[in-house]
């Protein structure tokens, strides 16, 4: 089993920036990819990024790329998600997500083996 808890959402003016913390814990973390999801109102679940077991390899959405940034702390069992340029629609629940699937393989929702319960982030002026 594999408990995940996100914090860090909020409201943000375009343009703004914002950060995501994921808090994980269980056993045998090091097997898991972690990653981000987002859901918008009305959307499906989609992809947003997601970095391997050892931190070093990343994976992005297209939509984010070049603005958002993933991280992982091993020592900490923590995961973060830094959001720049944030735009209306970036706003979302932000879900946090872990897996056993590689970095490109977690892309999709069906890959997560385990989800946090979601943190609000609303782009808004």
């Known amino acids: 089993q594999v408990q995940l808890v996100e914090s860090g959402g909020g409201l943000v003016q375009p343009g703004g920036s914002l950060s995501l913390s994921c808090a994980a814990s269980g056993r045998a973390l090091s097997r898991f990819t972690l990653g981000w999801f987002r859901q918008g109102p009305g959307k499906e679940r989609e992809f947003v990024a997601a970095?391997?077991?050892?931190?070093?390899?990343?994976y992005y959405a297209d939509s984010v790329k070049g603005r958002f940034s993933i991280s992982r702390d091993i020592a900490k069992n923590f995961i973060y998600l830094q959001m720049s340029s944030l735009k209306p629609e970036d706003g979302a629940v932000y879900y946090c997500?872990?897996?056993?699937?590689?970095?490109?393989?977690?892309?999709?929702?069906?890959?997560?083996?385990?989800w946090g319960q979601g943190t609000q982030v609303t782009v808004s002026s």
């Open positions: 970095v391997s077991r050892n931190g070093v390899s990343i």
């Open positions: 997500a872990a897996g056993t699937a590689s970095v490109t393989e977690m892309s999709a929702p069906l890959r997560v083996d385990y």
